[in-house]
T-cell receptor
Framework: DAKTTQPPSMDCAEGRAANLPCNHSTISGNEYVYWYRQIHSQGPQYIIHGLKNNETNEMASLIITEDRKSSTLILPHATLRDTAVYYCIVRNMEYGNKLVFGAGTILRVKS | ETGVTQSPTHLIKTRGQQVTLRCSSQSGHNTVSWYQQALGQGPQFIFQYYREEENGRGNFPPRFSGLQFPNYSSELNVNALELDDSALYLC???????????FGPGTRLTVT
């Protein structure tokens, strides 16, 4: 499984965009980038995923560099409820539903 | 709300005992995965079940076993509990034809 590197923590002002970086320099051509978050005392929650192209949904946007060695998760207007641990995961679909979580980034949204 | 429930919420066991954790998912979610999350770490994949058979396993010993039932419920069994088994245990289910996993709230197991 390709390894990901994320900063241990980040702060963001409420209402501003939160940009969470992730490095995955050993990603293979058939591996997807997934983002999950885990709010305290809850199970992880799916946010978004992508292969090559940038993706956007109602929660966030995912920007993947052209060489696919890094990506950025963007929360356009962070709220206090977005305070959570954010996990960037490189997923090989051949391994079924197995997700390999790292330590993630603790995002603190402050008023 | 993911529609995935787990029981019990919290559990305290003694070293050497056996424990069974339960998970219930929505109709049509025919894949279930179990994860162990130690304090301060990300979840670690234990195994997954598809149509009542194990079809993927992480780096966990055989004393971790599971069952999946036709009614979309599942169990995680851990024998000969060790202190290091203290963790949050998460189950995640996947609807047929989907790649998205829906996680339950977890069971907090403490081994003393």
């Amino acid at each position: 499984d390709a390894k990901t590197t994320q900063p241990p923590s980040m702060d963001c002002a409420e209402g501003r965009a939160a940009n969470l970086p992730c490095n995955h320099s050993t990603i293979s051509g058939n591996e997807y980038v997934y983002w999950y978050r885990q709010i305290h005392s809850q199970g992880p929650q799916y946010i978004i995923h992508g292969l090559k192209n940038n993706e956007t949904n109602e929660m966030a946007s995912l920007i993947i560099t052209e060489d696919r060695k890094s990506s950025t998760l963007i929360l356009p207007h962070a709220t206090l409820r977005d305070t959570a641990v954010y996990y960037c995961i490189v997923r090989n679909m051949e391994y079924g539903n197995k997700l390999v979580f790292g330590a993630g980034t603790i995002l603190r949204v402050k008023s | 709300e993911t529609g995935v429930t787990q029981s019990p919420t919290h559990l305290i066991k003694t070293r050497g005992q056996q424990v069974t954790l339960r998970c219930s998912s929505q109709s049509g979610h025919n894949t279930v995965s179990w994860y162990q999350q130690a304090l301060g770490q990300g979840p670690q994949f234990i195994f997954q079940y598809y149509r009542e058979e194990e079809n993927g396993r992480g780096n966990f010993p055989p004393r971790f076993s599971g069952l999946q039932f036709p009614n979309y419920s599942s169990e995680l069994n851990v024998n000969a509990l060790e202190l290091d088994d203290s963790a949050l245990y998460l189950c995640a289910s996947t609807p047929s034809g989907s790649d998205e996993q829906y996680f339950g709230p977890g069971t907090r197991l403490t081994v003393t």
